[in-house]
């Protein structure tokens, strides 16, 4: 009779023990998703004057006269380091290329805006289209895995709103 209730004494351990050890592996995945950095860009809208002027506006960034940049965020828990940052048109050609050494968590970079870009911009607006040909390549590693991350964003243009002076647009940044 000791023997049986020895018996079920120590399958009830072993059945306890396997529920901690998921338990802590549960816990331990979570960790390790908190530390993986998730980047971004803000809320950029473009105003097109009557008179065919193109301007950019972020919304996080106030009393600034002149906005030609983007602001990438870091929005997760981990610090991205070595951060490629490549401007294409038609997925082929390189139009800008940045070298970022570290974004630590909760922090951005401001990314500047060169010529050929608002060209694409107006040339996309003109054409009453709403998908770009521009896209932006983010490639990074982090420490939670060591390996290369890679994320595809297509700017795509969203009609904001419309006054009698100024069209308002949305430009907005999907994974693909």
Known sequence: MISIISA?????T??????????VSIQLYQMKLGFIPALGFNQVLLK????????????????????DYL???NLGGGAAKTINITILL????I????????????????????AEVFEELESTIQNNGYES?????????????????????VAKL?????YEKEKVYELQFINQ
Do not use: C, W
């Open 8 to 12: 079920i004494g120590s399958l009830g």
């Open 14 to 23: 072993f059945i306890m023990a396997l529920f901690y050890f998921v338990s």
């Open 48 to 67: 097109l004057d009557k008179d065919g002027t193109l301007t950019m506006k972020n919304m996080t960034i106030h009393n600034s006269d002149h906005e």
């Open 71 to 73: 602001k990438l965020y």
């Open 90 to 93: 038609d997925d082929e050609k």
């Open 95 to 114: 139009v800008q290329e940045k070298l970022l050494n570290i974004l630590p968590s909760k922090e951005s970079y401001l990314l500047p805006i060169n």
């Open 133 to 153: 040909n521009l896209n932006i390549k983010l490639s990074y590693y982090h420490n939670v895995s060591r390996k290369q991350q890679e994320i595809l964003l």
């Open 158 to 162: 969203d009609e904001f709103n419309m």
